[in-house]
Structures are given as structure tokens and as C-alpha cells.
């Protein structure tokens, strides 16, 4: 499916976060969202979930807008891992990951084998199988954003959306969800602090004061100069004689 | 691992249990007759049941049937369906509101629900058992709104407020709500009611079972199976709010009508009971935790099991109520809070070490 934000703008209480974003995304493609703390990531990306209403412009998938869909349509094609979603609830992995297929649910349409396992292939994909019958309270962060990951993943998307799914993690999980986010053949957008991460999406793009000031392929747009002019850093690209593969070094704030 | 993988998601504690859930209430039902001041042998109760449901004609003590069908049985009928519709409630603010505190007793809409129907019985706008419950209803309402706007102002006057903080807001708010409704409802009742009137409504507020007939149960047994209903249909939208109402809304919960529907639903439910028997604290709170210990906290299977369970626990308290102090029958709220009480500071003391 694809993704399109045209001429998005959200404001709360005056204060714009999200001004003026043209975006689209190929069925397909990873595509990153990078950008300073309070650049609007997290904003842009509710705004692409349908959980908040765009004061101007529209997003589409395909070629329906999204707020002509109701929000249970909306779901079977579009899920959302946000940055903190917590709960006090005792609850299993497994249960949370079942929660995943709600928008398939009702009242009438009872749960099914199918559905278990499709809870058991999202458990095996973010590598959590072995703690499906543990109580959520005893994960550490990590595990809990794996557990959401599979949680979306329950969902079938056509469409993923991720805010910094990879913060709390330590690196061997960091690199293991990127890479299973790169492998999975649906659209995924992805909000990233780690711009040696960016790097290996299909194409990036950077948001500073609620604008999208830039997109394409990551070797085009991050360049020295961007990340001095937009991340107030001093860094240097260099070529990586293992692989042939680019990254970034930083040396200095501006 | 292949042992995790191939348990079922939700069977886990299953669900066959649910069969002997009416077999317990009508057990409930039938001691609530039973145990009393004078106690009645459950074959005379069963004698009185096939007189009076299955047009049999057993020979029963005129008094004895009397009291079992007008008095005792009515009673426990109406306490078990304020027991099912209070829990109910607990559950479903604690869910949507995602505070383990949230009761409607403790957030005031019990309060304003007891405003409503003071104001309406005592000038008497209309008459009769649902004029009282509109009374109740709109009371409820307000209550809920105030309660919730104070609290979220406080929140955002004290930045973030998720969590544990959200959790505090909401008592305090509740409190201030109570004690706002409870004065204005003492100030009606001082500048309209009658003496007598007054003795009544005071005994009333404090919630009680006493003057229940079956006129009364018509009411409640409709409300009760209503907020059951409305519950069983939401089960798995209250599930998707476990991670708050963002996460409900991406996976396709309609979070504004279905959040405003089940608590105006609850609201109703809550003001019928407190138009029939006061506001009767604590069921909301003890019930729906004591649950989600036993069978989880997924509603598929903590609402029916809190719905039985609700039921159950108002009919034991008011066989309490009424055999605990000899010769005097107790405000069944008095039980409940005695119960209430310290379950509630359980639940405190528990939640901060989470």
C-alpha cells in the first residue's frame, strides 16, 4: 500500500508541530524519519496513524483519504508502535500480543486458531517466543518494545509504523529489529535517533521545526552540511573498508 | 519453547468454568432467603418458588411465604443486581479511565447520583420509581463530569500526570466531588424535606435494602442485565484500552463513542441503583480487583466472573447486614465499607510497590 501525507499541518494550542509535510511512501519501501528532539516525528507519525486529525492537507493510503475510513478500516491496514505505551494490568506477553488482532475481532467474530497462531509466528519474529507466558511487569524495556513490535505485527499491516522503536534496546536487539523491520514486505516508516541506523533504510527523511526539510536516498541527505546545519554537529561520512558501506562520525556539537 | 507456542492465547483459564455461574447465583439467591433473624428452611424456600413461579400448590405458612417472596426473596434479588451493576462499573472506569482506584463510589458518581434523586423526591419533580433514577442519572452525569474535568486540570497543572499521579488526581477530584454533592445534598434536604422525610433519606444515602419490594426489582433487574450486556458486547474493546486510549485508537477502537458510550451506559446503571438502594461504596473497587487476581485481566473473563461476583458479595452483605447486630438491621453500605475499606488501602499500598 502507499503511503501520502499532502500539505499536512497540526498545531496544539497554537504552537505548530507539524507545518506543511508532503510525503509519500512506495508499498514496500523503509523509509526513516530522522530529525532533532521536538522536530515533530512522533506527531507526523500520529498524524499517518489517524490518531490525530490533520488541521490542513490529508494523508491517503492508496488513494483513500484517511479520515473517510473508520478507524477499525484503518487498523487492518495500519499499525502504530509508539514510544511509551505501559500498563499496571497483570498481563501476559502473549496476551498483549493477542491484542493485536482486534481490529479482525468483534463481538460476533470469535477468536480462532488462526489467530493464535498468528500471536505465536509475531512472538517467534521478535525473537520473545520462550517468554510468551511472562507477566508484562516483569519485562525489562527492551522486551516490552519487542512485545509491542509483535503486537503490531498481530495486526497484519500493510502498513507499519514505528516511533524510535529501537531506544530502549541494547545493540544486538537494536540491529535484529531493524533488520526484521528492513526484511518485512510491507511499507514501513521509522522514526530513528541513531543516524548510522538511518543509513540503511531506502530513504530518509528530516524533519526540523515540524517541516520535512528533506528526503531521499540517506547517502544524499545526510551529509556533512545537513547534519551541521539541522543536528548542530560537526561529522564526517567515511567509507566503511569492511563492507563498502558509508558512516558517520561525529566529532563535535556546533 | 514448542510447549509456549502451542497454548492457545485466550483458552488459557478457559471459559468452561462460566456454565456454573447461574447455579451460584441462584445458590446466593436462595441462602439470601434462607439465613435471617428467623431462619427458613431452604425446602420451604423451594416450596414458595414452585408456588409462586410454577403455579404449584404446595401447603405453606401464609407468613413464611409472605416473607420469603415479599420480603426476603425481592431483597436479594434487587442486592444482587446492584452488586453485578456497581462491579460493573468499577471495572469498566478502571479500564477506560486505566486507574485502579476509579470506582464510582470514590469518584463521586455515586454522590451526585444521590443529589439527583434527593432533588427529585424531595420537590417532587414527578413521581414514582423512574423520575427518581432520571433524577439519579443526571446527578451521575454531572458528577462524572466535574470529577473528570478537575482532574484533568490538576494533571496539566502539575505537568506529564500519566500514571501513578493521574491515579492520585482522580481520588482527590472524586473526593472534592463527593464532599460537593454530599453538601448539596444535605442542603436540600435541610431546606425542603419534612422531619420525617429527612430521617428517611438520611437512612437511605447511607445505602440500604430495607423497604425493597419486587416493584423495585423490575427496575433493577433490566438495568443490571443492560450494563451486563453493554459490557460482554465491549469485552474486547475495554481489552484494547490496556495500553491507554492511543493504542486502543491504532487498533481500531472508535475511542470517543465507544469511551463516551460505556461510561454514560455505566452512569445509568449506577443511578438506577442508587435510586433503589443509596449509594453503596466500595463494591466497584473490592470486586473487580479481588477478580482480575482470580481469572485475569482480560474481559472476556473478568466481566462475567466480577458480574457473579458482585451479585454474590452485596447478597453475603446484606445477610450480614441484617444478622450481624441482633434485632437491628445495619445500612448495608456500612458492610461493604467496613469491607471496602481496607481492601482499598490493599490496593493503595500494592500499586505504589509496582
Known amino acids: ?254 | 519453547m514448542s510447549i509456549a507456542l502451542t497454548q492457545p492465547t485466550t483458552r488459557r483459564f478457559g471459559l468452561r468454568w462460566l456454565w456454573v455461574t447461574p447455579l451460584v447465583l441462584v445458590a446466593a439467591l436462595i441462602a439470601g432467603t434462607a439465613i435471617g433473624e428467623t431462619p427458613i428452611p431452604v425446602d420451604t424456600i423451594l416450596k414458595v418458588l414452585a408456588n409462586q413461579l410454577l403455579g404449584a400448590d404446595y401447603s405453606v405458612d401464609r407468613i413464611d411465604e409472605g416473607i420469603i417472596w415479599n420480603y426476603r426473596l425481592s431483597r436479594a434479588v434487587v442486592a444482587a443486581c446492584c452488586g453485578t451493576s456497581l462491579a460493573l462499573a468499577g471495572v469498566v472506569l478502571q479500564a477506560l479511565l486505566r486507574n485502579p482506584l476509579a470506582d464510582p463510589y470514590l469518584m463521586g458518581i455515586s454522590a451526585g447520583a444521590s443529589t439527583g434523586a434527593v432533588a427529585v423526591a424531595v420537590a417532587g419533580l414527578g413521581a414514582g420509581m423512574l423520575s427518581l433514577s432520571l433524577g439519579a442519572f443526571a446527578g451521575a452525569l454531572l458528577a462524572f463530569g466535574i470529577v473528570v474535568m478537575l482532574a484533568h486540570a490538576a494533571n496539566s497543572g502539575v505537568g506529564g500526570g500519566r500514571g501513578v499521579q493521574a491515579a492520585g488526581a482522580i481520588i482527590l477530584a472524586g473526593i472534592a466531588g463527593s464532599q460537593l454533592f454530599n453538601a448539596l445534598t444535605a442542603f436540600i434536604i435541610t431546606k425542603s424535606a419534612s422531619a420525617e422525610q429527612a430521617r428517611g433519606i438520611m437512612f437511605w444515602l447511607m445505602g440500604n435494602l430495607s423497604g425493597v419490594r419486587w416493584a423495585d426489582a423490575t427496575l433493577a433487574v433490566p438495568a443490571a442485565l443492560f450494563g451486563l450486556m453493554v459490557c460482554l458486547w465491549h469485552r474486547r474493546s475495554l481489552d484494547a484500552f490496556t495500553f491507554g486510549a492511543d493504542s486502543a485508537a491504532s487498533m481500531g477502537i472508535a475511542v470517543r463513542p465507544v469511551r463516551g458510550m460505556l461510561i454514560i451506559a455505566m452512569a445509568l446503571v449506577t443511578a438506577v441503583m442508587v435510586s433503589i438502594v443509596g449509594a453503596i461504596g466500595f463494591v466497584g473497587l473490592v470486586i473487580p480487583h479481588a477478580m482480575r487476581f482470580i481469572v485475569g485481566s482480560q474481559h472476556t473473563r473478568l466481566v462475567p466472573a466480577t458480574a457473579l461476583a458482585g451479585a454474590v458479595f452485596l447478597i453475603g452483605s446484606d445477610i450480614l447486614s441484617r444478622t450481624l447486630v441482633s434485632g437491628q438491621v445495619l445500612p448495608i453500605g456500612v458492610i461493604t465499607s467496613l469491607i471496602g475499606a481496607p481492601a482499598f488501602a490493599l490496593i493503595l499500598v500494592r500499586g505504589k510497590r509496582h
Do not use: Y
Open chain 1, 1 to 254: 500500500m502507499q503511503l501520502s501525507a499532502e500539505q499536512l499541518t497540526w498545531a496544539v494550542h497554537g504552537t505548530p508541530l507539524v507545518v506543511d509535510v508532503n510525503l509519500t511512501v512506495e508499498p514496500g519501501q523503509t523509509f526513516g524519519l530522522v530529525g532533532p528532539n521536538g522536530s515533530g516525528k512522533t506527531s507526523l507519525l500520529r498524524l499517518l496513524a489517524g490518531l490525530n486529525k490533520p488541521k490542513t492537507g490529508q494523508v491517503r493510503i492508496d488513494s483513500q483519504p484517511l479520515h473517510a475510513l473508520k478507524q477499525r478500516t484503518i487498523a487492518q491496514s495500519i499499525a502504530l508502535v509508539e514510544q511509551q505505551a505501559d500498563t499496571t494490568d497483570r498481563i501476559t506477553v502473549r496476551q498483549v500480543v493477542a491484542l493485536g488482532r482486534t481490529p479482525f475481532l468483534s463481538a460476533l467474530r470469535a477468536w480462532s486458531v488462526e489467530d493464535d497462531a498468528i500471536v505465536a509466528k509475531a512472538l517467534i519474529d521478535v525473537d520473545m517466543a520462550h517468554m510468551a507466558d511472562r507477566l508484562w511487569h516483569t519485562l525489562s524495556g527492551g522486551e516490552r518494545q519487542r512485545v509491542h513490535i509483535a503486537r503490531a505485527l498481530a495486526q497484519h499491516p500493510t502498513i507499519l509504523l514505528l516511533d524510535e522503536p529501537t531506544n530502549h534496546l541494547d545493540i544486538r536487539h537494536q540491529l535484529s529489529i531493524l533488520e526484521l523491520v528492513r526484511q518485512l514486505p510491507i511499507t514501513v516508516i521509522i522514526s530513528l535517533h541513531d543516524l548510522n541506523q538511518a543509513m540503511e533504510c531506502d530513504r530518509i527523511g528530516v524533519m526540523d521545526s515540524g517541516r520535512l526539510i528533506d528526503s531521499g536516498p540517506p547517502r544524499e541527505v545526510l551529509t556533512a552540511s545537513r547534519l551541521q546545519q539541522t543536528f548542530g554537529v560537526h561529522a564526517h561520512v567515511i567509507d566503511d573498508p569492511a563492507d563498502g558501506k558509508q558512516f558517520m562520525r561525529f566529532r563535535s556539537a556546533v
